[in-house]
Structure formats: C-alpha cells, structure tokens
C-alpha cells in the first residue's frame, strides 16, 4: 500500500530546513530582485548560505563567547582569543520554537533566540553566554537559556547612563566579565592583546564609517539590505575575512561612484531607518521599503549602525584606560530605549536625518519589543516637531502580514515622492 | 449478489466506488466533474457497471457524497465528505492501524479531520474559500514548470538545494513567483520541492488545529504525489499512511456506508 | 585649501602639542638669555624669580603689586598703571585665551611631562568624583580674591582691620610653586628656601615648600593636578568670552559617547554632555584641544580662531590618531 519508503526527518533536520528555506529565499531575493547587483555582496549572500542552508561551522578551532547583546566588549574577547558571537536571532522557525517557551507577548527576537538554544542546534555552538541585563526579556530569558544547560553569566548593565554611579557600576562590571573570561580562557588579558583588539575593531569600525560615507552620496550605490547583511555578518564571521570582503566592497563602491552607478531610482525617497533591529533573515520591512522604490541610506539600530558608529577611544594605553574606554563607548553613546531617559536617540535619528538627506524615517518595532513600542510616541513627536515624514510599523517574524504592512509602506513612500516633487 | 455504490460529486471529479458485501472494492472509476453534475454522474456510473458487468438491479444501496451530493437524486441516502472520509479512511487503513487524522488534500479544498477511538469524527478543519495549496495549485505549478503533475514527486527527490519556498499557495499569486524563480534559472527540483513544502506547511498547520494523533491518514488526489508525501511528514515529524487508491477514499467511506445502512435495515424494506 | 585642512585634522595632537609646549617652555624659561622679553602682563606663569631665564613675566606677580596701594595714590596715577596693566593683560589672553595654559604654561607643561612619566610607569591616574570635582572649583576663586585682597590690605585697612604686614605683599607668589621650580631649571636652586626672619615670611615660605611637594605628588598621580586651583585660570575666564580663539561645539552632532570627557585632563563633564550651549570654553578649560583630537563626529568639536575653523574634530582623524587606520599588530 504505502510504497514510499524514504526517513523521516529529525527535528533538527527539519529546523535546519526550515531555516535554509528562510535564509535562501531572502539571499535569493537579494541577489537578483535589484537592479545593479554588486559582485563583491557576493562573499557576504555566500558566507550567509553557507552558514544558514549548507550548516558550515566558521570557529571550530576557536572558544565561541556567546554574546546576547551589543554590550559585551568584543575587544576583551578578541584579546582573550575567542570568538564573539553574538546570538541575536531573527529566524521565524526558531521563533516558533521560542513561543512554547516564552509568553505569547514576548519579543519575537528574544523567542527565537530562546527557541535556538533550545534547540541546541548552533552550526558554532557558544562554550559560554554572556547576557547583559539590558531589557526586561533578555534579562529574563537567561534564565531560560541556563535550563537548557548552557553556562551563561549575567552582566549587570545599568538603566541609566548620565549618572556617575552607573558609568562606575558599568566599568565594574566589564572588568567583572574581563575577569571571568579570563578565567574561563585561561589566559590573563594583557596590554598589547588588548592594544591589538581594539585597534582590529577600530579598523572594522573604520570601514563600516567609509562604507556609510557612501550613503550620503545623491547616487546611493548601495542598498540598505546589503548593508544590513554586511553589518549582520560582523555577528559571527571570521573578523579578518568580514575586513577584507569590506575592503574589497569599499573599493567596489569607490568605482560605481565614480561610474554613478546606483542602485536606486530617479525619484526613490530615501529612508532613516530606526527601530527593532532588523537580523537575518527578518529583512522584512527593509524589503518592502526597498521594495517599494525608496532606498534605506542609514539607520539608527543595534544590528547595524549603533554596533559600529562608536569607537573606544584611548587616551593612555594602558589596560587601565583601555578598560574605562571599552566601557564607556558600550553605555554612554549607546542609544537603546532600554535607557530611561533618551533624548539622545531622538538627536541621533534627527542628525542621521540631516547628515544622510533623508526624506522620511521608518520606525518599527516588534510586537512585544516593549521599549520601543513605548519610544515611539516620543519619537513621533519630535519628528513631527522637526518636520520630518515618520511611519511607525509594528511587526513580528511572521512571513505573512506582508500585504497590509506593504500598503502603508508605498502609500508612505508615495507621500515622500509627493513632497519631494512640491517642494521643486 | 449485492453491490454496494458510493458516489463522491466533487469539485473537479466526480468518483464513483462499488463494494460486495464485505465492503471489498470491487472497481472505481473518476471522470471529470466539469459543468453538469449529474448527468456526468449518472454516465459515470453507467459505464463502471458496464465494465465490472453488474446489472443496475443487483445495487442495493447507494450513498451520495460530496459537495454535488445532494443534485444526485437517485442516491438512497446522502452524508457528508467529512463521515465519508472517516468511514473510507478506517475501512481502507484497517490492516495498518487505528485512524486518528485525517489529512485530505482535494481539488480546490484541503481538510484535516480528528477521529475518537470509535472512529466518530471529533473535530474537522478546512481551508478558507480558496484553492491555495490544493490540488489545483499543484496542477498550475507543474503546468508553468512545464512539466507533468505525475513528474512532480521525482523532481521533488532530485532536488539537491534548498527548497526555494515561495509565500503564497495561493494558486494566482504562486504563479508569477514561480515564473520569477524560473527567470533566474534555479533548479526546478528546488522549485518543486520549495512548493511541496509550502504546501505541506500549511496543511500540517490546518492539521495542527484539530490536533495531531497517529495514525495519520493522508488521501486525496495529490495524496498520490510521494514528494508532496515526504514533505508533509517531514513537516509534520510523523510517518503517514497513504493508501493505494487515495483518490477514492471518500466515495469509497460512501460505499461502505451504503453496505453498513443496507444491512441494517428492516428485512421488509430491502426488497424495495 | 581643503587638503591643508584636511592634514590639520587629521594631525596628530598629542605629538603637536608636545612640541609646541617644549619650544613655548624655553621661550618662557630660556628666552632670556637671549635677550628675549615679553614684557610683564604674561597671562602665564613666566616667573619674575625666574630672573636671567625668563622671557617675559607673569602678570599675578605684576597684578599684586599693582595693588599694594594706598586708596589715594590708587584712585590716581597707580590705579591708572593698574587698568593699563590689565588691558595688556587682556590683550595677551584674548590671543590664545585659554590656550595659554594648554599650550604655553610652563607649569602647566611640567604636569604634563609628569603625566607621561606616570603613563610610562604604567599606574593609573585618579579621578575626582563627581560631586568634589564641582565642590573644589571654588578654591581657585577663593585663591584670585585672597591674592587681590592681601595687597590691597598691605597699605590699607579695611572695615577696620589692621593692616597686613609688609612680608605679604606677593602672597601667591610665596606659595606658588612656579617661583622655586621654573627657576630650578635654570640651575638656580635659591628659591628652595625657609625664611626665618619674620614669623610671616616663615610660614609663607613652610607653604610655599609644602605646595612644591604637593604640587609634584599630586600632578603625579593627578594629570593637571595644580590647574584645578590656579588663580590665574580663575582670572582668566573672567574675561574669556571675548577671547579670540574658541571651543565650539556642535550639539546636534554629538553622539555623547563620551570620549572628549575621558580625554579631558580636567575632567570637564559639560563637554560631553552638554549638547545646547556652543561655547564651550568653561572655566577649568585648558584649551589643551585633546577633547577635539578624541572627538569621532565630523565636525562636532572645533578650535575656531576669529570665525575660522582651524582644527576640528573627524572621523578620520579619530582613526589615524587610535592608529586603527591600517591593520598592523603591535608586538610589545
């Protein structure tokens, strides 16, 4: 009767195709849906199909620091010899999994980072968590992550960062967590590893600025997409490989400059966008902004720009210093709604506004990412002060929902367009 | 001898199935539905009898089913599909199991249904007004692949990538996506298993609202596709049952419930 | 234009300033050998003790003279002298304002080559916190009237006061550590004294001693130790505003990350935070222009000399100044 005989797949196969199902169809998308495709994106799509469909480990050789959020100092891990690999997920499939575990409300990025250590199915398995007690869910969700068996420490993180105190409490625990990777590596942190570290990440830190210095050209020869699947890549490739695919992308964009080759239309508004973090393969609203023919040029968010914009800066290089600098840059230019008060975020967007030419801003934040659905109503109303165009979508990882949030979006774009076309 | 008739008027085929007494399948034949039920119908059971050579007086019972059920008038009963997939699902699966769920994937609609452990239906869900991920949509994809719905489940095995997913079922939309991914020339295969696990997708997904408990039973027309088959266990992380006809399932439940109400009629009434 | 520019910004501060110190500090300390003098309204400390060395001389020692005056001769031709003084000592700060004690003090230089000495050593500097950081800024202002008011106590009496005794008629300059140390470096060690004469003159010069000390401790372990109290600073910023080289600040730019604050030897919070006011030359500003060097926001801090940008802030500058310009490992 039942003449099919083939196996079953286990539910790690079946996550890992879920997953690669995701992943393909956006890199797909990526590589052929835009005019003026750029060859050297090729490493970055590559690197994340073979990560995502083909489950290739990058680190095997190396201890794997699992980080929850931007604020652990890759630099002390470098300087210790790990690997930083920040754990921030944005597969549906694994948020799915998280939503048996975390309430239905929850953040569909904290679920589907819950939902893959759940799993335990990682192509670069971390030794060791380091979550920092940002926002409420992260916080909590450590906890989750622990009973899985996972060794995870929490990093005390303060909520404010204009006082001494938290700048003090701040630095204490950078230092705590110095020591207790120290520990875990065996190794002692010393003055030239750190030196090195640091001036490794400035330089990536530095591309990223010259990549930037791109988008403000009136000929954008990037997209937003691509630049958010560069600055994803930082999460867990090898640094020196994501450094010289960078240079070579930098010196791909230096040509189509000067060609004025663009990647955008005629009349394509172009976009601030701030809000949630957008992580591979959740590029949903990014899409249907590009989608829509308007060009994302910057952006205010913790997987892209806020990871890279600031950089440590030294004055006496010495580990003393170095420490203090590390960890300052994480707490006091960070612009996370995590934070009570956050004017600063609202200067960022505005000045990224004014420094890009931006024609509007697109915020949006997850249902369940409290904080910024909290921020937004302040954000708003400072745009609407500064007379600049603002949308404010709400989504999750669902891949439906994409019609009604793709109507607001042209209408918006459209908007854009009009303005633009009175004001000439 | 008596025969027993079921008749299954669906959407896009209308099926006809005879049993003996010991609710055997005797012959079954499918004919298109196309524009006029009934008259379609009644040829279509003409020529089955013809074939197995059984005079129109040795029926002792025939039951109507599905959605043009009830513009067959000569049926001595109607139900519906639901009961008569239930029915046709155990009688057909009784070697290998006790039946729990349902999964039937048909022309233009797709249906999960829960059985108790007697068999009567507990809960049924089915797709919204609209044909995505039935058989109709499995039949446009292959025709802008240009290949056979019957070549389907062997492109679906040969398929090395990752299947390319496409985000709607729905038979309109699907199209143009498929036309796209074919314009930047990736596998077919990939394509086909990509569309084969859309699918399965969301039927696990119906099937997950009524609750899923084994033994699972899948019929249908596209029932006979194996690449949709794999993909749907694979979703679904559970082994399934397909049997040998899926096509027939429901008439055939219609069949063996015309022999179960002809036995249990009064002894007087049978003779009419 | 651009490109002269363009090298200013990017240039590297630390190595300017360092040089640029050394040649200010033999103009200050050495300049007179070679005849060199600049007159005696120097809003620096050019000590008059420094008396063969010097290349001009400081105003506060000129400025308590200025003032032991009696009130008759000070309504004439003595407070005359005084308000001419002054205008010269205004026209010399205006040039550089605060400037003068980033880049011309001697002492100020002498606390910075301590800093690079501790640097060497490799111990950490201390901090103030925040609270006695805003609580100690007082002194200095409390030190400018005490060395205004001793004077002019000298030769009058006030609210019925006795009148002070002669032995203090240069009272800061007693305690103030540049006229045993500047001297020093010419070899002459005379200022290394305790005066006996007069019970004044003994504890002038016991506190004179005891600040030298102090002032060597501290800036050790403290980088600008001493400025944080310099009456000279507190003068200085009286008339500041109008000075002609500027801090400037661009607010919207600022990203409050914190870095110019962690650069200041001054611990000035309010360039970092302060995100509304242009002006930033605040009363403890050495216009040492680090916070610019450390600054990564294009065009957030700037040295505006009479309306002309003559160093601002820039990402690639920040990045050739970390060296994270070019992947290189140090192996140390």
Same mark, same amino acid.
């Given at each position: 009767m039942n003449n099919i005989n083939h196996n079953i797949e286990s539910p790690k196969e079946k996550q890992n195709r879920h997953k690669a199902m995701e992943a393909i169809k956006l890199l797909n998308t990526l590589r052929e849906d835009f005019k003026a495709p750029i060859s050297s994106m090729e490493y970055f799509y590559d690197l994340f199909e073979r990560v995502h469909c083909k489950h290739e480990s990058l680190h095997d050789d190396k201890t794997k620091i699992g980080t929850m959020c931007i604020q652990i100092p890759s630099e002390i891990i470098y300087a210790l010899d790990g690997v930083p690999i920040r754990l921030c997920n944005g597969f549906y499939t694994d948020d799915e999994i998280g939503s048996d575990l975390m309430p239905q409300k929850a953040c569909p990025l904290i679920k589907a980072t819950v939902g893959h250590f759940a799993s335990?199915?990682? !192509? *670069?398995?971390?030794d060791i968590v380091f979550s920092p007690t940002t926002c409420d869910q992260k916080t909590k969700a450590g906890v989750t992550i622990e009973s899985f068996g996972y060794k995870l420490i929490d990093i005390d993180f303060p909520? !404010?960062?204009?006082s001494e105190a938290s700048r003090e409490y701040w630095r204490r625990s950078v230092k705590q967590f110095a020591v207790e990777l120290s520990r875990f590596q065996g190794k002692k942190l010393t003055r030239t590893s750190l030196k090195n570290a640091i001036k490794k990440i400035g330089y990536a830190q530095s591309l990223y600025h010259k990549l930037s210095e791109f988008r403000k050209n009136e000929l954008v020869p990037i997209l937003g997409l691509d630049v958010f699947l560069v600055t994803n890549a930082?999460?867990? *490739?090898?640094i020196d490989n994501w450094i010289e695919a960078t240079e070579k992308l930098l010196s791909e964009l230096e040509i189509r400059a000067k060609e004025k080759i663009t990647v955008s239309g005629k009349a394509s508004p172009r976009i601030v966008y701030t809000g949630s973090p957008p992580i591979f393969p959740n590029y949903k609203i990014p899409l249907i902004v590009e989608q829509s023919d308007a060009i994302i040029v910057a952006d205010e968010t913790c997987s892209s720009n806020r990871m890279f914009n600031d950089m440590v800066a030294v004055d006496e290089w010495n580990i003393y210093d170095m420490m203090d600098s590390i960890s300052d840059k994480y707490l006091k230019a960070c612009t996370c709604p995590i934070f009570t008060k956050n004017e600063d975020r609202i200067r960022r967007v505005i000045q990224l506004v004014r420094a890009y030419k931006a024609d509007g801003v697109v915020y949006q934040a997850f249902a369940g990412c409290t904080v910024y659905e909290m921020e937004q109503r302040s954000v708003l109303e400072a745009m609407e002060k500064e007379g600049i165009p603002i949308i404010y979508l709400e989504s999750d990882y669902s891949p439906s929902q994409g019609g009604q949030l793709s109507t607001r979006v042209e209408a918006f774009i459209e908007s854009l367009k009009n303005r633009r076309r009175m004001k000439k | 001898m008596n025969y027993f008739v079921g008749i299954d008027i669906g959407s896009t085929a209308i099926k006809i199935t005879v049993t003996d007494e010991h609710k055997r399948l005797v012959g079954f034949k499918i004919n298109a539905s196309g524009s006029m039920f009934y008259k379609y119908a009644k040829e279509t059971l003409q020529s089955l009898l013809d074939e197995l050579h059984?005079?129109? *007086? *040795?029926?002792a019972y025939t039951v109507a089913t599905g959605y043009g059920r009830k513009l067959f008038k000569e049926a001595d009963e109607n139900i519906s599909e639901i009961t008569a997939n239930a029915i046709g699902a155990q009688e057909a699966a009784r070697e290998y199991g006790e039946i729990k769920t349902i999964i039937n994937i048909g022309g233009q609609d797709s249906k999960a249904i829960s059985l108790d452990s007697e068999g009567n239906v507990v809960n049924f869900a089915m797709n919204d007004r609209c044909a995505a991920g039935t058989g109709k949509f499995l039949d446009v994809v292959a025709m802008n692949l240009e290949i056979g719905v019957d070549e389907l489940s062997d492109y679906h095995f040969k398929s090395t990538g990752t299947p390319l997913s496409i985000s709607s079922t729905c038979a309109v939309f699907a199209e143009s996506e498929i036309i796209g991914l074919l314009g930047s020339n990736h596998s077919v295969e990939d394509i086909v298993s990509g569309v084969h696990y859309s699918i399965a997708k969301r039927i696990v997904k119906l099937v997950k609202r009524v609750g899923i408990k084994e033994n699972v039973y899948f019929d249908g027309g596209p029932a006979l596709n194996a690449g949709l088959v794999h993909a749907i266990e694979n979703e679904l992380g559970k082994k399934i049952f397909v049997p040998?006809?899926?096509?027939?399932t429901t008439s055939f439940g219609a069949a063996v419930l015309a022999c179960d109400a002809f036995k249990n009629m009064p002894e007087v009434e049978r003779e009419f | 234009m651009l490109n002269l520019k363009r090298k200013i910004n990017n240039m590297n501060l630390v190595r300017f300033r360092f040089w640029f110190q050394i040649v200010a500090f033999l103009i200050i300390v050495y300049g007179g050998y070679v005849g060199l003098d600049l007159g005696d309204k120097l809003p620096t400390f050019a000590c008059v003790y420094n008396s063969e060395g010097t290349g001009g001389k400081c105003y506060v020692g000129m400025l308590q003279h200025d003032l032991k005056h009696p009130l008759e001769t000070f309504m004439g031709f003595a407070g005359y002298a005084f308000l001419i003084s002054l205008a010269m000592f205004i026209a010399w700060f205006w040039v550089l304002n605060k400037g003068w004690c980033g880049f011309v003090c001697p002492l100020g230089t002498m606390q910075d080559w301590l800093t690079a000495l501790r640097e060497k050593l490799k111990i950490r500097f201390s901090e103030y916190s925040w609270a006695n950081r805003s609580k100690i800024k007082s002194i200095k202002y409390i030190l400018l009237i005490l060395l205004l008011i001793i004077p002019v106590m000298i030769s009058n009496s006030i609210g019925g006061l006795p009148k002070l005794p002669n032995g203090l008629s240069m009272p800061f300059c007693d305690i103030c550590p540049g006229r045993m140390l500047i001297p020093a470096f010419t070899g002459n060690f005379n200022q290394f004294y305790i005066d006996f004469s007069s019970k004044t003159d003994l504890v002038m010069t016991i506190l004179g001693m005891m600040i030298v000390g102090l002032f060597l401790v501290g800036s050790f372990i403290k980088k600008r130790f001493f400025c944080y109290f310099c009456p000279m600073a507190a003068l200085q910023y009286i008339f500041s505003k109008p000075a002609l080289l500027k801090l400037y600040k661009d607010g919207a730019k600022c990203t409050k990350c914190g870095d110019c604050y962690r650069a200041c030897d001054m611990d000035i919070l309010e360039i970092a935070d302060d995100v509304t006011s242009k002006n930033l030359v605040t009363e403890d500003c050495i216009l040492c222009l680090k916070c610019i060097a450390a600054c990564p926001e294009d065009g957030c801090l700037e040295a505006n000399f009479i309306g002309i940008t003559i160093f601002e802030s820039s990402k690639e500058g920040f990045i050739l100044r970390m060296a994270m310009d070019m992947q290189k490992e140090s192996h140390e």
């Open positions: 335990g199915n990682f !192509t *670069d398995k971390p909520r !404010t960062k204009e930082f999460f867990f *490739d090898k | 059984i005079s129109q *007086d *040795d029926i040998e006809y899926p096509q027939i | -």
